[in-house]
Each structure stands twice: as structure tokens, then as C-alpha cells.
């Protein structure tokens, strides 16, 4: 399975931005079966955990999220969205998607939000 990410770019304070996270490698089925998460690392701190689904499409968001980001899939498409509205400069950070499969980790390639004052 791979993750690709996209959808990151600048934005102004109180802007909003949607993140696509595709999944190649699996049917739709087989996608349908995992949880994905995102994850971001802002300059000079460590990876937090933004958002995850489940299988059931049961939704957690780190707080400082919690209603402005809204995590989403389409396994039809293969594909999770991270839909950020009234973005804030701390925000601004490389996005990553993430899923477990069999306890082997698969992380797609950052994309970048910047979030300007």
C-alpha cells in the first residue's frame, strides 16, 4: 500500500484548506477495513497526532482541532480528507497520512500548510 498525500499549500489566517490522502495498492474493500490518521509536525517540535477514522468511520481529533478540522473517507475513491477551516498560524506544519496494516506502519509523504498572519 502507498499514501499520497496533497492539498497543502498557504493560506491566510482563518482560511481553510482540504488535505486528500490517496491510497493505492488496496480495493476499495480491503481500504474500507483500515483506520487512517493524520498526523503533522510543526518547525522545531515533534509529530502530533491531528485526526483519525476508523473502519466504522468513528472520527478523534487532537483538541486543539476539535471543531475547526474534520476528518473523512471515500473508500470508493481509496481516499481520506482532512477538511481544516478557520486555520491559525499554529497550525502550519507538514501533514502526514498514516495507517497500520498487520502492525507494519505506512506514512505517505508530507504536504505542507503554512498559515500566514
Known amino acids: 500500500v502507498q499514501l499520497q498525500a496533497s492539498g497543502g499549500g498557504l493560506v491566510q489566517v482563518g482560511g481553510s484548506l482540504r488535505l486528500s490522502c490517496a491510497a493505492s495498492?488496496?480495493?476499495?474493500?480491503?481500504?474500507?477495513?483500515?483506520?487512517v490518521a493524520w498526523y503533522r509536525r510543526a518547525p522545531g517540535k515533534q509529530r502530533d497526532l491531528v485526526a483519525r477514522i476508523t473502519s466504522r468511520d468513528t472520527t478523534s481529533y487532537k483538541d486543539s482541532v476539535k471543531g475547526r478540522f474534520t476528518i473523512s473517507r471515500d473508500n470508493a475513491k481509496t481516499t481520506v480528507y482532512l477538511q481544516m477551516d478557520n486555520l491559525e498560524p499554529e497550525d502550519t506544519a507538514l501533514y502526514f497520512c498514516h495507517t497500520e496494516i498487520r502492525f507494519v506502519d505506512y506514512w505517505g509523504q508530507g504536504t505542507l500548510v503554512t498559515v500566514s498572519s
Open positions: 495498492g488496496a480495493s476499495a474493500d480491503t481500504f474500507s477495513t483500515y483506520s
